[in-house]
């Protein structure tokens, strides 16, 4: 199978935060945002592996700034890291602001999905191939992520997780 | 502030997967999934704090089981530890299976929401007092993770987190 | 069929009231509020039957307190009695008031649901057994509440309607 | 105030039955048919008031039956009496069948709306004026109902209520 | 096939203007809007061919004024020609004004559906008939519509569009 | 107010196809795809305009090919020319095919947008300077449209409709 690029995934889903979608200060739901972000990331998961993909986990999506009702939401996805039939999905949001000009970063989020058959069995993806510097840092930190949830599972043992004491030791 | 225990913050929401929630393998979306744990979490939340609650952070989301269509699913969610102003909250997700006439464990997530006025400002919230086993293991390992959250996003230095070297060195 | 208690159904659905679901004064539609009552009570006669439920009437929902936007809404859905292939479901809803840390009931309402095969043909259920003395009330008046209903259809005589008599000869 | 006749407050609500709407066996959801029922009455009871109004009870809603997904449903709900600032109102539910050509009556139910200022407080509606033998059925069953949801809550005695009395003794 | 009028096509849907449908002016979202009268287009042409159909086109629906949050919305379409398989449909929407007591024009639509088989083959729908003035002219209009139609997308000559060009030689 | 490209509102919509929002036939309701097309057509109009813009009205949606329910449904829309405070808006709807490995055009809009103040009333945006060959066909288009839309609706004359008598008198 041959290797893709980040850029080949990559999915935009840009819409309005609408009065529906809000809590009680009127910005977004935390809710409605992962549920967003998980389609943007199950997207770009989907034209990575040209196959069917299901969520597998959620890790680290950071809420960093409101986000105002009638405000556009812009989420961009794209594969960070494919291992075997999992993939890791690396989604940034921003907000536009209409009256500053500019868009602002307000999350991310990183999703893990599971490419499988019609049956639901795991089948294999792609390697990935960065390119970007950006790419090139999510892709080796992703190793380590993985390496820290197999850990935290109890499916690794803390010594063989050797990315991860890297962090550690090195300091 | 008086303490609190996990059972005060205690949430249930029973419900449905209703077919406009459901992924091509009729099963329920992982994005939906997300969103109720949101609505169970920031209820918890909020009956521990008393005060309005955002949406800070999701970590470690696995989706073990699918939940197919029609199924009755029961998200029970309470605070697992507080930190100044802000909560971490453990979600357990089961669905019901009538042909067998028992619940299923499909899920766990642990959100951090952060109390805050009206203006969305932090506000204090109270200690939590764990009870039972599970809960004294959650609130231990709550340390941990609050300590990989501020290592992984650079606010503290490998060295100082203690807990979390723990359990590198200590094998 | 081994009978049942009350608590065996019970079903608990706590969720926010959004700003898409509320009406020009920015309450809980009652419309919204009939359809959250009628899953967590289809859930309830479902727990107790064991088999596909469903809804045959509704009788009796009073909107006794309006429900402001943002509240937390708990449902709390028990069966109050069996008769043959058919439950009366009673269900109490109360809000949250996080300003007066307190919960206020603001409505209840009673529904039958019939048990059905994959076919839509009705099937037995297990009899109710009540335990406590509100479900003891609420047994007794169900029987009242069924011949009524069956008086007021045409299906029963007045003067067979024993339980419902007592209520008008007794005075 | 002048009274009104039924037909200026009559309010048609036709709409297709959504997957998205629907129990596990494929049929109009319960809850959502509600929903929909009581905005068709909130908007007839609008109409008769010329005023904001607000849902306060819903009575004797059968289900008879099931409205598979993908049909047409009608509703066609009118004031059938007033009583100071409440209205009831009655909804006749009907579903078309394309492949046998006609229209088949699937379900009905009376709800009472009670007329309010933007404060929330009761005000007065028009008397109504019923024109055909159905309407002026319902206007006579309206007091019955009126005096049996009394005797249930509590608010009026059994020996007080005239015509509800008459059910019994006159048999 | 027996030739039909407009009105055994009427199709009136009356519903609310929600919250959760809103622009940032707390007004109709357009979108919203175009879908109702997708529906209720779709269910007048259903009416009229007695089968299943799908969208064909939308051509000039005009908003002229805006729907206030709140308001209630009235959708009326019926047939206003038909073609082979294709029907043009026509949708006026007004709002009621509680305050101003009477009804205001806010919008109308054009939508062309086709009758199709349950695999999608399209099939023939009777002619229509049409009754009052207003139903005439739209008639006539028709032609002149679907031949435009057929100049703009290239699939007739600007010279065989004999009723579309009366409207500049005449002139 | 210095000119724009149509590239710089380009807006990229990308979403599932989901189960509640299929017709009969299992594939995207019209009615759906034209919500769709207008928040995406509104954020490109508001990226032009850095104002606030309703929907003013909806010209030409042909709707070619179905969309299966599970799509991935792909929205890019730009503005194709502007005139004073209007703005004309080009959306092109592909649906990704995972088995086939392409994406497949499967229908296109233009819709018409307003830019507004906050009080609603029309303020003026920067002119359009298209750049690529399809741009300048759309661009040119766009003026035939706008007259015969005036020439409809009755607000210019056809002998005034310069543009759009090339299209006759030149045959």
Known sequence: ??????????????????????????????????????????????????????????????????????????IEAKVSRAFGSSMEIYAD????????????????????????DKEGNPIRVPALQPETELEKQRYDAALRRKQLSLVLSGRMKPEEATELKKLFYDN
């Open 1 to 74: 199978m041959k290797a893709k690029t980040p850029s080949e995934s990559l999915t935009i889903l840009t819409d309005y935060v609408l009065p529906g979608e809000t809590n009680p200060l009127d910005s977004l739901f935390g809710g409605e945002l992962l549920a967003r972000m998980d389609r943007a990331c199950g997207i770009a998961a989907q034209r990575h592996a040209e196959n069917i993909v299901v969520t597998a986990s959620v890790n680290h999506v950071a809420f960093n700034k409101s986000v105002p009702v009638g405000s556009v939401l812009v």
């Open 93 to 116: 949001v921003w907000r536009e602001c209409m009256e500053e000009k500019k868009r602002v970063k307000v999350n991310e989020g990183i999703y893990t999905f599971v490419a499988v």
